[in-house]
């Protein structure tokens, strides 16, 4: 099987920063796209950031030039660092990974958990 495990969520003022960290564990032979998504309540799931496994990246309008999306391949791990945040930034926070499990061709997507986001202003 295999896990996703968010990390790094909290409260913060706006102006502020906050690093997202999600690793992903169990029996993988290539994690391919890692995708950080967010959901406000009463809003639907948007994707905030892509990046895939040679480090090419994609943001929306709505973060470009604030969040950054980074990866270590070694650990399967992707991270959201997060700058500039303002109160509309205020989320559930989530992983995404596509991946390749050890001994299987195809590919599946999985998701963390989530992490709150807090911006107050």
């Known amino acids: 099987q295999v896990q996703l495990v968010e990390s790094g969520g909290g409260l913060v003022q706006a102006g502020e920063s906050l690093r997202l960290s999600c690793a992903a564990s169990?029996?993988?032979?290539?994690?391919?796209?890692m995708e950080w998504y967010r959901q406000a309540p009463g809003k639907q799931r948007e994707l905030v950031a892509i990046?895939?496994?040679?480090?090419?990246?994609n943001y929306p309008d709505s973060v470009k030039g604030r969040f950054t999306i980074s990866r270590d391949n070694d650990k399967n791990t992707v991270y959201l660092q997060m700058n500039s945040l303002k109160p509309e930034d205020t989320a559930v926070y989530y992983c995404?990974?596509?991946?390749?499990?050890?001994?299987?061709?195809?590919?599946?997507?999985?998701w963390g958990q989530g992490t709150q986001v807090t911006v107050s202003s």
């Open positions: 995404n990974a596509r991946i390749r499990r050890t001994g299987r061709m195809e590919t599946y997507d999985y």
């Open positions: 169990g029996n993988i032979f290539r994690a391919n796209v």
């Open positions: 990046i895939t496994p040679n480090g090419a990246t």
